[in-house]
């Protein structure tokens, strides 16, 4: 069955350093894939996407890779402050579909 | 300003009652979606909807019921039959089901099942 795994642990980075999340899946082809940041008790808040032809998307301080050979998607923060500290959701979309399907997410501290 | 709200931010339920979360947006977009998230799991697709008066089942559709009677409202309602209703449910829209479109989020209902 499909699976898509970001870890379960949380991601502790002190301030200033790369935090680098990992989303892998299996059993799936997706065409499209997104990354969210949510925080504690809120909705999900669009970051990123990027498409299967696409290797690398950046946007200010975020960038995301896209490896369909591995099957894994790299989320870089550069320069991390602890206002990044939230949970990271990576999001995949097949073609001929239009759901995604979502990992757990991954929760990242950024330590002052 | 414009966004998605959902209502209520709580919501208690005694077991056998059925339920009617609320979300409304004002962005003008023609694609509404429910999704449900619980502690350990991903968000998992409930309903969605393209346009008005259509809606089609997701991944957990037991037990849920909706409607999309108005453009901005796509109300869900949780039925007793859901085995298992309590959980962080979270209403979301785009502009269209295009898979390039962003998914814009409201705050979330969390529903607790006394």
């Known amino acids: 069955s499909q699976k898509i795994e970001q870890n379960s642990e949380a991601l502790n980075i002190q301030e200033g350093k790369t935090a680098t999340l990992t989303c892998n899946y299996t059993?799936?082809?997706?065409?499209?894939l997104q990354w969210y940041r949510q925080d504690p008790g809120r909705g999900p808040v669009f970051l990123l996407l990027i498409r299967e032809n696409e290797k690398e998307k950046r946007k200010e301080r975020l960038k995301v890779t896209f490896d369909t050979t591995l099957k894994q998607s790299l989320f870089h923060i550069t320069a991390s402050q602890p206002a990044d500290s939230a949970t990271y959701l990576c999001?995949?979309?097949?073609?001929?579909?239009?759901?995604?399907?979502f990992g757990t997410g991954t929760r990242l501290k950024v330590l002052a | 300003d414009g966004g998605i709200t959902q209502s209520p931010k709580y919501l208690f339920r005694k077991e056998g009652q059925n339920v009617t979360l609320s979300c409304e947006q004002n962005?003008?977009?023609?694609?509404m979606y429910w999704y449900r998230q619980d502690p350990g799991q991903g968000l998992r697709l409930i309903y969605y909807s393209q346009i008005v008066n259509d809606f089609q089942k997701g991944d957990i559709a037991e037990g849920y019921s909706v409607s999309r009677e108005k453009k901005e409202s796509f109300p869900l309602t949780v039925t007793s039959a859901q085995k298992n209703p309590t959980a962080f449910y979270l209403c979301a829209s785009s502009s269209d089901l295009a898979r390039t479109d962003t998914q814009y989020f409201g705050p979330g209902t969390r529903l607790t099942v006394l």
């Open positions: 999001a995949l979309a097949a073609w001929g579909t239009y759901k995604y399907i």
């Open positions: 962005l003008n977009h023609d694609a």
């Open positions: 059993n799936y082809s997706p065409a499209y």
